[in-house]
Each structure stands twice: as C-alpha cells, then as structure tokens.
C-alpha cells in the first residue's frame, strides 16, 4: 500500500500570508494526486487533481504542483475563509490513501 | 447543479448490518466512478471503496469481506451494503463523484455501539 505523508501537521498562519503544505508519497504515483479543504463538520471540498489542475470554482490563489513522489499545495495570500484542515490523497492504486491532514489555524 | 444525498445511517449494534444509499441529480450516474469515504470522529478522512462505470471495485482491508459497494444506474443511485459492523466502523461516511472526487455528499453519520 503507498503511504502518504503530509508536513507541517498544524501550522498558524495571518490573513494575507503565503502558504505551503508538503504531501509525501510512499512510492510514485504519476501524478494522481488531489488535495481537499475541509472545515468542521463539513464535508470536504474538493481543490485540486492530478497534482495541479484546479477543481471549478476553486479560487486561483489555491494551486499545487510537484511530481514523482512530492507534492505541495501553496495558498497564495491566506483568506479568513481558508483557515481549515486540508488534505492529499493518492488514487494512483488501491487504496487510495489519504494524508493524515494538516490544520491551518490562524496566528 | 450536482447534488448528493447520502442516507441510511443509524445507531446498531455490533455485528449488524446497515444500507446507505447516495442519491445523484444533476449529473447522469452511469458516467462516473464514485467513492465511498469515511470520517471517524475526531479523525481524518478514510477511504473506504470504489467503483467504476464498468463495474471495477476496490475495498479498503479494513472492510474487505464485510462491506459490499454497488450502483444502480437506473435509479441514479450508489449504495454501500455494510455487514458485520464493527465498533470502529463508527463514522460520518460520505459518498464522492469521481476517481477524483469533484463533489461531495454532506455525509451520514453511522454509529456502531452496544
């Protein structure tokens, strides 16, 4: 099974700021990556797919980028509404794991 | 607009078994994969299942043999069959369009608790 990674696992952050989340995979993935914002007792929402492709709708301070095994997701300028947990998962090959979050509270 | 409605949930025992259903508008059925993913609480998402337009299905081991995953084109419905239930199977699960999910269901919470 690849296992998925994810650094910080929290970090606070002020409006404005930039911010990156990395997600680490276990074995390559060929991209098949997505990330996914989730707010409490929410469901989530849907970012980003294979890696850097925005999802409709997604405001483009969001974006991702990495290959091969490394991942990130940068938050351009940090909006009140994106403080949240946030989430990677590989759908490369079964099962399709999830990273264990990283919580963006803020400063 | 794409909507999902997930239902079925409830409090059970150990041991018993539970039908939840994800109900799709907006969209047509038949032309997506789905995912069923599960949240406990207090905890991180959890993939649980997955199954194509053909047909192909894939279980997580935590739940292989014991849940069933299938849909009903006709109905524009998904289901996720779930026997045996566990003290840990205890969770908010949500349905999800795509093998990247684009669009999420709110979730029904399922409580397994003697």
């Known amino acids: 099974d690849i296992q998925m990674t994810q650094s910080p696992s929290s970090l606070s952050a002020s409006v404005g700021d930039r911010v990156t989340i990395t997600c680490r995979a276990s074995?390559?993935?060929?991209?098949?990556l997505a990330w996914f914002q989730q707010k409490p007792g929410k469901a989530p929402k849907s970012l980003i797919f294979?890696?850097?492709s925005l999802q409709s709708g997604v405001p483009s301070r969001f974006s991702g980028s990495g290959s091969g095994t490394e991942f990130t997701l940068t938050i351009a300028s940090l909006q009140p509404e994106d403080f949240a947990t946030y989430y990677c998962?590989?759908?490369?090959?079964?099962?399709?794991?999830f990273g264990p979050g990283t919580r963006v509270d803020i400063k | 607009e794409v909507q999902l409605v997930e239902s079925g949930g409830g409090l059970v025992q150990p041991g018993e078994s539970l039908r939840l259903s994800c109900a799709a508008s907006?969209?047509?059925?038949?032309?997506?994969?789905f995912n069923w993913v599960r949240q406990a609480p207090g905890k991180g998402l959890e993939w649980v299942s997955f199954?194509?337009?053909?047909?192909?299905?894939y279980y997580a081991d935590s739940v292989k043999g014991r849940f069933t995953i299938s849909r009903d084109n006709a109905r524009n419905s998904l289901y996720l069959q779930m026997n045996s239930l566990r003290d840990e199977d205890t969770a908010v699960y949500y349905c999800g369009r795509g093998t990247a999910v684009s669009h999420w269901g709110q979730g029904t919470l399922v409580t397994v608790s003697s």
């Open positions: 998962q590989q759908y490369n090959s079964s099962p399709f794991t």
């Open positions: 294979v890696a850097s």
């Open positions: 074995q390559g993935i060929n991209n098949y």
């Open positions: 907006g969209f047509t059925l038949s032309d997506y994969n």
């Open positions: 199954i194509t337009t053909t047909g192909t299905i």
